[in-house]
């Protein structure tokens, strides 16, 4: 064999060991080895097809770390890690292709002044009800955030923060960006985020275009210069967590001042020129005054400015995000990168946990991953981060980052109108998280209300976001209707469910489409009871009250008798009583109390006072009859407790 010819196979050898050291080899087509971890891909036990492309798998699964010390299952216990032994694994993807029209959205639940916490469940809730024309589809959960309240402005995620194109949080890396721009660059990551060195003020008009962007020179100072920022920000002084003494800077605002009093956001993370700050909303002009924590304001001697300011519909100050993750309309942050360009990373960690990550594919279709542990009885252990380099290799990501695991580790996807949590959590139920990843899809949600038990309003959602609907149609008990504002659904059946289905034309991303909706349920409520033939006699300091009740839903709680200095509880199988020592009795004292408990979906507890249609033809009657011992039959006023129920559906 010549020299040349050793030399090239000795490389190859060279290589080979190389390659082996830092990189993956898979033994099988469901094995994938990374380092000291091997991960292995079980069953496939569900598979849930969802729309807009996503789709949805778990597996049983396990792994293994040749490293020992540890317990096999975290703080879940376990027993000791043995080296190489495969320990079961519950595993959650989901897979949301490129090309699609959903969005990833990076979500908070914020107050109108800080960071506030929620379930996954929760935090998509919330997403709903503030972005009509929306619905969400899956999600995981987010970010490492600040649990125990320790920061200056508690709960907040521990990355920079960006919320469709808002940038809430310019302090922390690392940090993931979602471009949602249909190509394979869907995910951006292993790189630090940038932002401006400046504020900037942005002016919506009142069809909420943006019409002017303006640099903001300064913040905060004693006297006004150029384009000015004025905003009040919070510093820990004594102790720490939720019951630390926190406060918040002293700011004076100038004479015609553009004051933000009520915005709808106002989140100062830190002061100062570089400080983190994002303020939304409509101000008015103001005199000097002191800034209150929940306010900001801005100055200008510009009358350009000041004229686009008092016609604006709101305002928004911010930093913009610049250099590796400007094309990123979403940014959260995340944990470490398990795999980039192509090549796993190897850790050699001697931790295992619930884990969360996200990845991408060479074709830009992103990956959600849960793993479950802390719970060998049921036969999760939980990963390393070894073991998440594996994993997310094996389900072809070219690039995966971790995100906040243990009690946080939580993935949901939509069925019907229902949010199911598909993972099993480590605390035992879902933990309140500071913010979640969502995949969106345009997609409207009728308002139902004012449901009786025969009747119901239906109406289309008013200003939907980024999406034009017409042409609305709507089926309820085989009969369909056009639906442009609002139609009342009449001669219903009491306590009975009905399927509303409806379609409507759908123009987005330059695209109009048919889209036929998931039904929505609503169950009628139950029937209202009625009082008739209501009869009293008084007599000697006796009163004998008699009536008739019509009860056909079973609703009545309770019956009680008002009259002159006091009331007594009639039992419900009694459609008469007696009540004596009533000193004096003047009738319009007089009133029979009905409590029902009616079921309804789309109200909370109020209560309603009806009056009977022949009520002052019946007065009339009465009104020359003197109070003695002959029975006056009188139909009175009657007032109903309506307790109404909100149903909930499991």
């Not at 492309?53 to 040749?66: E, L, P």
């Not at 919506?204 to 962007?213: H, R």
């Not at 449901?451 to 008990?477: F, G, H, L, Q, R």
């Not at 139909?635 to 109404?644: E, H, V």
């Amino acid at each position: 064999m010549s020299k040349l010819l050793k030399s090239f196979l000795s490389l190859i050898l060279v290589l080979c060991i190389f390659s082996f050291s830092v990189n993956i080899y898979a033994t099988d087509d469901n094995t994938t080895v990374v380092g000291p971890a091997t991960y292995v891909e079980g069953d496939l036990v569900e598979e849930n097809y969802l729309k807009a492309g996503v789709t949805h798998q778990n597996f049983t699964a396990s792994s293994s770390s040749t490293l020992t010390g540890f317990n096999a299952a975290g703080s879940g216990g376990g027993g000791l890690n043995e080296s190489g032994k495969l320990y079961p694994q519950n595993v959650n993807l989901l897979y949301i292709p490129n090309n699609t029209y959903a969005r990833v959205v990076n979500w908070t639940k914020t107050t109108n002044y800080g960071w506030a916490r929620g379930t996954v469940k929760e935090i998509a809730a919330d997403f709903e009800a503030k972005n009509p024309g929306w619905k969400v589809i899956a999600a995981v959960n987010g970010d490492f955030f600040d649990i125990e309240s320790k920061k200056d402005l508690p709960l907040t995620t521990t990355g920079s923060f960006v919320q469709n194109g808002e940038v809430l949080k310019t302090v922390g890396n690392p940090v993931l960006g979602f471009t949602n721009n249909g190509s394979a660059n869907t995910l951006i990551g292993n790189s630090p985020i940038e932002f401006t060195d400046h504020f900037v003020l942005k002016i919506y008009d009142k069809n909420n275009n943006l019409v002017c962007e303006e640099k903001i020179d300064s913040v905060n100072p004693e006297e006004a210069s150029g384009l000015t920022l004025y905003y009040s920000y919070p510093t820990i002084t004594e102790g720490s967590g939720a019951t630390a003494t926190r406060v918040y800077s002293e700011v004076n605002y100038p004479n015609n001042s553009y004051l933000v009093k009520a915005p709808e956001q106002c989140i100062p993370y830190s002061g100062g020129t570089s400080g983190s700050f994002f303020g939304k909303g409509k101000g008015d002009f103001s005199n000097s005054g002191k800034l209150l924590y929940t306010q900001f304001a801005v100055y200008t001697e510009n009358s350009e400015i000041n004229n686009k300011l008092a016609s604006a519909s709101k305002i928004i100050v911010q930093r913009n995000v610049i250099g590796n993750y400007k094309d990123a309309d979403n940014v959260s942050g995340t944990g470490v990168t398990l795999v980039y360009d192509g090549v796993a990373n190897v850790f050699n960690d001697k931790n295992r946990h619930p884990r969360t990550m996200i990845g991408v594919k060479a074709d830009g279709t992103l990956v959600f991953c849960t793993v479950d542990g802390r719970q060998p009885d049921d036969l999760m252990y939980g990963m390393t981060y070894d073991e998440l380099s594996a994993l997310m290799y094996h389900y072809g990501c070219v690039a995966a980052y971790n995100m906040d695991g243990g009690g946080s580790t939580t993935m949901i996807i939509r069925e019907g109108e229902e949010l199911r949590v598909l993972n099993s959590p480590s605390d035992g139920e879902e933990r309140k998280d500071s913010n979640a990843i969502l995949v969106v899809i345009p997609e409207i949600t009728l308002n139902i209300s004012e449901v009786t038990d025969s009747s119901m309003v239906i109406s289309a959602p008013t200003e939907i976001k980024d999406v034009e609907v017409s042409n609305i149609k709507v089926t309820v008990a085989g009969k369909t209707y056009n639906l442009s504002n609002s139609i009342k659904i009449e001669n219903l059946e009491s306590m009975t469910e009905y399927e509303i289905l409806y379609s409507y034309d759908r123009k987005y991303d330059g695209e109009t489409t048919r889209v036929v909706s998931d039904p929505q349920i609503i169950k009628t409520a139950k029937r209202m009871p009625t009082l008739s033939d209501i009869k009293y006699k008084y007599s000697d300091e006796t009163l004998t009250v008699s009536f008739n009740v019509n009860d056909p839903d079973i609703t009545i709680t309770a019956i009680k008798v008002y009259y002159t200095g006091g009331s007594k509880n009639i039992p419900l199988e009694n459609n008469e009583t007696v009540i004596e020592n009533v000193q004096s009795l003047n009738p319009n004292d007089f009133k029979i109390v009905i409590v029902s408990a009616i079921e309804s979906p789309t109200e909370h507890t109020k209560y309603i006072t009806y009056q009977s249609d022949n009520f002052t033809e019946a007065k009339d009657k009465a009104s020359g009859c003197q109070m003695g011992g002959a029975y006056i039959s009188m139909l009175m006023t009657m007032t109903i407790g309506l307790a109404f129920l909100i149903m909930k559906r499991k």
